[in-house]
């Protein structure tokens, strides 16, 4: 009797063994994402030197002659021709440089004062809190497209009174502005991570040894919010990205050299003969926006993020 | 259980004296507060250990933290090495305050995740600029073997790939740097497991003697209390009920909450039977605290007097003070003026 028992346990043991552990590999959406963004930005970059990307404003002649739209999406143009001729897939990969250099400085420009305001507020509290608490309470309260549309005007206001503005055209102005509605969702999630990290025992003990505000808040503080500051920021980029598309697409775009929302724009009122000019600019808007959601959301679950407060 | 007296304070030059020490806080905008301390006085002899026992919520750890001014004290006094702590400011402060230091709870979250564990123990010596480059390594060194830690793995380990007990030990190597004459032990071991415990008890009771410390010991384990203060302090609601030197609080706890604590310790014996007077209900809200003793909505011995008046501590024994109206032993306390009158 015991001796099969312990044959049998035997056997459990032997069918159980644990299954050999594998390196979890990270979802078909990271890895897309990853790919898309990486290849995005090398061609986008060194559009120049690749041979299958067409200058943005080499126009394709068919039979010697440009033409409306002469061509649909095929060998030669593989995104096919927009209006003036232009090959879009070129256009597209062209369009991206302005696109995510815009997207990035401002998310660079938000973080920095996302930070300054959020880190000053949650770990003084009190008064200063109470006043960040209002302009950040403000700024999202306010319709974030309306509030874009009045700073970019005002802006323009403002250049044609003081020459000293010259350098502000309009790629700066909208970096301007979406770095400053970047800077109200940054500033609450640094706020509320930073009034978590202040009570934290660390925090105590270096203030029991003595270290000054500023030395905790460089040393013990910012290092540790490191984390939930690239989550937001790679989230954010791809809401600003899009951002500038809906800007451009309401007219406040950037002219030249050219970008996703104003080649949407261009392409939209006939889509209807060529559906390409506007569709594929527009996939690519999508594809990035989507891509850095997904990047955005998998750092958030790696550093438990919580959602709410982006 | 008032504790409101000062009785047991001792007239020899203390280290620390704490008078009247009341910590609140606000709860949010509703203009009422918590009081986490409610007017304790303690005392601290120079190589003393003082144990600070009670249940969680009583204000133990809050106690602690108004010492070191972490939060300030929203009102009361704390004389350490003949100064007055809670009217100093900027510099003075902090300079003050290295020469006490403070153990924590929970040891992961005292050290920052994101620094190397030798920084961490340097940082002290980094903010005050002590001594030459070399005489800080030396001294962190020094210190880190004292405490058990290899210093060749503290300069390219993080915090996380040390265990609770080595981390804890990591603190305690930190808190030392500076040879502070006052270390306030936060239940230092309550997050440990039983063998560890005592690893870092050892390791608290040999660098006690080897720097010539004193110590603040806040725990809710009685066990662990017992072997390691000289002086007991037992507290409920932000208040004391009883001060005795160690030995003679378990011998003959006079409280009626010292009492059921001390029951409520498990005997690791079988044969013995079980029979203990339980603790019943809830801690009152510190918000709403009972008028009169705060013990009496739980207290087993409650009299009418205990809800209207509050008990001073008085001394039942030499060194034995207690604040209760009828205690376990020691006779009912004197009716007082104001109440008879009243």
Redesign the interface.
């Known amino acids: 009797m015991s001796a099969t028992a312990e044959l049998i346990s035997a056997d459990i043991l032997l069918a159980t063994k644990p299954p050999r552990r594998r390196r979890k590999f990270p979802s078909l959406g990271v890895v897309f994402a990853f790919i898309w963004l990486i290849s995005l930005t090398v061609c986008t970059l060194f559009a120049a030197y690749i041979p299958f990307i067409r200058d943005y404003d080499t126009q394709i002649k068919v039979n010697g002659k440009t033409g409306r739209y002469n061509l649909g999406p095929g060998w030669t143009a593989w995104m096919g021709t927009d209006a003036s001729s232009h090959d879009v897939f070129a256009r597209s990969i062209h369009g991206a440089r302005i696109t995510l250099m815009i997207g990035v400085l401002a998310t660079i420009m938000g973080l920095v004062l996302g930070t300054i305001l959020g880190v000053l507020a949650g770990y003084f509290g009190g008064k200063v809190d109470r006043v960040v608490s209002i302009i950040v309470d403000c700024l999202l309260a306010l319709p974030a497209l309306l509030l874009a549309l009045l700073l970019v005007y005002r802006m323009d206001d403002l250049k044609s009174v003081y020459t000293w503005l010259g350098w502000l055209d309009r790629k700066w102005e909208i970096t301007l502005t979406l770095g400053i509605l970047a800077t109200a969702p940054l500033a609450r999630i640094v706020r509320a991570q930073t009034m978590g990290l202040r009570e934290?025992?660390?925090v105590?003990?270096?203030?029991?040894?003595?270290?000054?505000g500023g030395?905790v808040i460089l040393?013990?503080i910012l290092?540790?919010l490191?984390p939930a500051m690239v989550t937001v920021a790679i989230t954010g980029l791809g809401i600003l990205i899009a951002a500038e598309g809906a800007l451009a697409f309401l007219g406040l775009g950037v002219e030249r050299p050219v970008t996703w929302g104003k080649m949407i724009i261009d392409g939209r009122a006939d889509l209807k003969r060529a559906w390409w000019a506007t569709v594929f600019p527009a996939t690519f808007l999508f594809l990035t926006v989507v891509s850095f959601n997904m990047l955005g959301d998998r750092l958030a679950r790696r550093f438990d993020i919580r959602e709410a407060a982006i | 259980m008032a504790g409101t007296g000062k009785a047991h304070l001792r007239t020899e030059d203390a280290l620390l004296r704490v008078e009247d020490l009341v910590v609140r806080f606000p709860v949010g905008r509703t203009g009422l507060f918590v009081n986490a301390v409610s007017g304790i006085s303690l005392d601290v002899l120079k190589g003393e250990t003082l144990g600070l026992v009670g249940e969680s919520g009583c204000g133990k750890s809050t106690t602690g933290?108004a010492i070191?001014q972490?939060p300030r004290p929203t009102s009361g006094s704390v004389m350490f090495e003949g100064r007055e702590l809670t009217s100093m400011t900027g510099d003075t402060m902090?300079?003050a305050?290295?020469r006490?230091?403070?153990i924590?709870?929970?040891p992961i979250?005292?050290?920052?995740?994101?620094?190397k564990v030798r920084d961490i123990v340097m940082?002290?010596l980094t903010?005050?600029k002590r001594g030459t480059v070399a005489e800080r390594n030396a001294r962190v060194d020094q210190v880190l073997e004292e405490v058990g830690i290899d210093p060749q793995r503290a300069a390219e380990s993080q915090p996380h790939q040390f265990s609770g007990g080595q981390c804890q030990r990591i603190?305690i190597a930190?808190?030392l740097v500076?040879s502070p004459s006052l270390i306030i032990c936060d239940e230092p071991v309550s997050a440990l497991d039983v063998s560890v415990q005592a690893q870092v008890l050892n390791l608290l009771e040999d660098l006690k003697r080897q720097y010539g410390l004193t110590l603040i010991f806040i725990a809710h384990d009685l066990a662990v209390v017992k072997n390691i203060s000289d002086r007991v302090a037992v507290m409920y609601l932000g208040k004391i009920c009883e001060v005795a030197k160690s030995d003679d609080l378990y011998r003959e706890p006079a409280h009626h909450y010292t009492n059921v604590l001390l029951n409520s310790i498990p005997v690791p014996d079988p044969e013995i039977a079980v029979q203990r007077t339980a603790i019943e209900g809830e801690i009152p809200s510190p918000v709403f605290p009972p008028a009169g003793c705060r013990f009496h909505t739980r207290c087993p011995g409650m009299q009418e007097r205990c809800q209207n008046e509050e008990p001073q501590l008085r001394e039942i024994n030499t060194g034995h003070f207690v604040a209760c109206h009828y205690p376990v032993h020691g006779g009912e306390a004197p009716v007082s003026i104001r109440t008879a009158g009243s």
């Not at chain 1, 003990?205 to 003595?210: H, T, V």
């Not at chain 2, 979250?109 to 620094?115: C, D, I």
């Open positions: 934290r025992e660390f105590l003990a270096a203030r029991s040894l003595g270290a000054k030395r040393r013990e290092p540790n490191v | 933290r070191m972490l902090r300079e305050r290295t006490m230091q403070m924590f709870q929970d979250s005292s050290l920052n995740p994101r620094r940082e002290p903010i005050w603190s930190r808190s500076l």
